[in-house]
């Protein structure tokens, strides 16, 4: 038996398609019918979530946008290797008719995400999950991405604090006794976040037509469990299925979540449009697509938000090898008012705006210590500061870590909003930002020797609480996820391979840095069941070895998790 896959989905066919096709033909052996198998343990209640017909709906989206997947990733490494290589992005000729079109919107908010003011981001095990929709959030970041360490433990149980909550059925008990419920009168509305198109789900694996069996797409896994099992309630809610989209570069990208929103509510039976989704504007290639992606969207767009973090690692990553003019200060000094990120933010703002979708600030990453009035104090006046720069440049809201940060930056929207849910009508026509703005990585600052330690130090820290299962971690009074830790590992590769010194004159080199990392494992508290050696040894490899992973967590993930 053979079969011509045919997709009802939109999607126009790339030249990198178009030449695949050409060799392979459009014809495959049908071999298999296309199934999920769970390769992890099922522990108590996963059941809930792996039902048949729960997998069916994996298996299915699989079958369908499994390829195309493929297909994007393979792009993703072709433009990497362009501008490692001296061409720089810029702002795509043929997709120009779109940007120049001015009569064209995307859906804008589903209910509940009129007012997005303050948004409060975090893991979704019960504790967090409880504390979030206690908080007093206008919308909860529901994180299965950069603030979820993805063991097997936590994607699916991440799943069931959702579904246990969606059903006002969510409580919990900790290791010391004590309880957490749901006390709020309103919480937040949800808005999930599931890992990105690079990441796999080694627990589950999917066999295609042809008989071909591989770790399933991570992204497809936990859209797939969280919309089967959540979207007709939450409708029935008066909120919705939403999403925040990580890690996108292109709108290619953000055309086949498009196909994967249509077919989800084709077969779950939503009108279309029910989806809404927020795309994290985190990567460079990305920024210069903006447009282009609300396009994609438009039928599911709720909006844009400025992913800071990504959005350095990113610069990093596609720079890393191309001179001294793009090698970066000290993480601390790369904020938000440094060129390249002034340009971005901008731009994504006038961009949202044009198009009826909110803009969406980012995460300042100091956070209150309740034992440290001091601690507290500062972070209170920087985050201030951040949230006042974001309501003044035209952000309709903005992300907060830690409940007791969302009076603080609700002040500096309240000040600017007052009783409007947003800002739309502020279109910025005073932004003009070129392409080269958009890579200015002039900073004028030094690399100093404590920023180099702090680089090590921080990154040894977190990558053995991730091991642990521990995506978001307080440490020296910051909070870092994965993403934090991508710029402090890449930053140490980029300088090492660029030949950088520290302001001090001391040359930065694998053997220094090496030597650091013995500093960091002497220094730190031990436990006989820690992960510092792993952690250690992990960051040698992503940081001091010869290649780049593209992502920490890709070797991770598969050697530890």
Known sequence: MTIT??????????????????????????????AIEVRGEMHPRFDEILTPDALDFVTALHDRFAGRRHDRLADRMRRRFEIGNGV???????????REDDSWRVAGAGPGLEDRRVEITGPTDPKMTINALNSGA??????????????????????LSLRDAIRGELEHTGPDGRRYAVTAERTPTIVMRPRGWHLTEKHLAYTDRTGRTLDASGSLVDFGL??????????????GPYFYLAKLESSAEAQLWDDVFSFTERRLGLPHGTIRATVLIETLPAAFEMDEILFALRDHCAGLNAGRWDYIFSMIKNYRGRGARFVLPDRSAVTMTVPFMRAYTELLVKTCHRRGAHAIGGMSAFIPNRRNPEVTRAAFEKVAADKRRE?????DGTWVAHPDLIPVARAEFDAVLGERPNQLDRQRDDVEVAASEL???HIGLPITTAGVRANVSVAVRYLEAWLRGLGAVAIDDLMEDAATAEISRSQIWQWIHQDRTTDDGTPITREWVDGLVDDVLAEVERRDDDRFDDAAALFREVALGSDFPAFLTLPAYAKYL
């Not at 909860?140 to 433990?153: G, H, K, M, N, V």
């Not at 969280?226 to 909120?239: D, I, M, P, S």
């Not at 309501?391 to 952000?395: E, K, R, T, V, W």
Request: hydrophobic share 30%; proline share 6%; charged share 25%.
């Open 391 to 395: 309501a003044g440049d035209g952000f």
């Open 5 to 34: 896959e045919t997709h009802t989905e939109t999607h126009t066919e790339t030249p990198a398609e178009t030449r695949r096709r050409a060799w392979t033909g459009p014809v495959a052996v049908q071999t298999h019918e296309p």
């Open 439 to 441: 890579i200015d990585c």
């Open 138 to 159: 206008g919308v909860w970041l529901a994180d299965q991405e950069d603030a979820t360490s993805p063991t097997w433990r936590n994607v699916i149980g991440g799943q």
């Open 226 to 239: 969280y919309a089967f099992h959540n979207a007709v309630r939450l409708v029935e809610n008066g909120r």
């Open 88 to 98: 720089d992005p810029s702002f795509r000729s043929d997709t120009a008719h779109i």
